[in-house]
């Protein structure tokens, strides 16, 4: 059953209509179905005379991002705390976005929405942009009737999850950078610089120092099989990423090992905490069991080490264990979390104090940030100058050495 709606989804296309309503007036639109035919019978069971139905077309449009799907949340967020009705409110965000592939999808789970599914239900039917913890939270608040807190809940949420991400993203990506310009550089260096050193230093008829004959045989080799260097260099790159995309084994080897490394395991093991936190306190306060919440949790870690210790703590909790004995026994929290968790348990303020332990943690992860930014300024210019800098000496060493003989 659910393989034939699914097998239906994908059918599905959106069509931009035309017709004349009752009173002869021009009316235009757009719909998702699964063809030509569905849009003209729906357009005439609503009393309309089509004109013209035509396929939309699926390029020009970008792809809707992260980014998009948590502005879209803080948009729709502020319009319904305003008062504007949900449907008005997609129309009106809709139509604002810069984005055609964001206004479509917003046009698309409104026509969802008014041919009577519920919002959850038709973010649902797009599950690449939004997962089950943003469907079950948009669930929550349907059914609790507080659907404008827990939509403002739920882009606070993604808003703070976002940002933290980025700041990871930015400390890992300047030292990547790096590492990558010194290998550009040293291969022009080897290829097209050193060459022409080794031409002039022929005609001294003397032996070359041994860092100078070193660097020589290097670019002899860059020179000779500068195709295997880039080729290999370029695959193995190319090979990781394939299979870390692919390769659930190998994501979970490197999600141990990456919370293990010097300085940047425990900046991630920070992240890995304060999205934890953060999700559960958003997922508890929306009135979701603990149970079910931790099975988003698990799926929201991010870590596969913190995955498996969340179906711990959930299979504990549902035998009737408590969260902070679960999360002990789990043994991948500090024990700041631990008593935090501990004492909200007893007060009834769980949500309250995972909120600010995930706060604790998120100032934790900007700290650390800025001072792996400090730290990693002086270690990546001495880096630069002793890979580019020995190199140049390495050249300059025969001039010397034939100035001092010439001076002597």
Known sequence: ??????????????????AKDKS????????????????????RRQGLLVNKVKKQSAGGGGSVTEKDVTLFSRQLATMMKAGVPLLQSFDIVGKGASNRAVGKLLMDIKAEVETGSTLNQAFRKYPLYFDAL??????????AGILESLLDRLASYKEKTMALKSKIKGALFYPIAVVVVAFIITAILMIFVVPQFKTVFKSFGAD??????????????????????FGSTFGAVFAFFYFWKRSEAMQNALDRVFIKIPVFGPLILKAIIA???????????????????????????????????????QAEVSTGSTLTGAMQNANVFPNMVLQMVAIGEESGQLDGMLSKVADF???EVDDAVNALSSLMEPIIMAFLGVVVGGLVIAMYLPI???GSVVGG
């Open 400 to 402: 010397f050495k034939l």
């Open 134 to 143: 943003f469907c079950n939270l948009v669930q929550a608040g349907e059914q």
């Open 24 to 43: 002869g007036k021009i009316v235009r639109g757009e719909m998702r179905a699964g063809g030509v035919a569905v849009v003209q019978a729906t357009l």
């Open 208 to 229: 070359l120092p041994a860092p100078t004959m070193v660097v020589i045989g290097i670019s002899d080799f860059f020179v000779a099989y500068w195709y295997l260097v």
């Open 1 to 18: 059953m659910a393989t034939a709606a699914k097998k239906n989804i994908k059918t599905e296309v959106s069509y931009t209509w035309e």
């Open 275 to 313: 999205r934890w936190t953060r999700t559960l306190s958003t997922m508890f306060a929306a009135g979701v069991p603990l149970v079910e919440a931790l099975d988003s949790v698990a799926g929201a870690a991010g870590n596969y080490v913190y995955k498996v210790a969340t179906k711990q703590i």
């Open 361 to 363: 943690f998120e100032e």
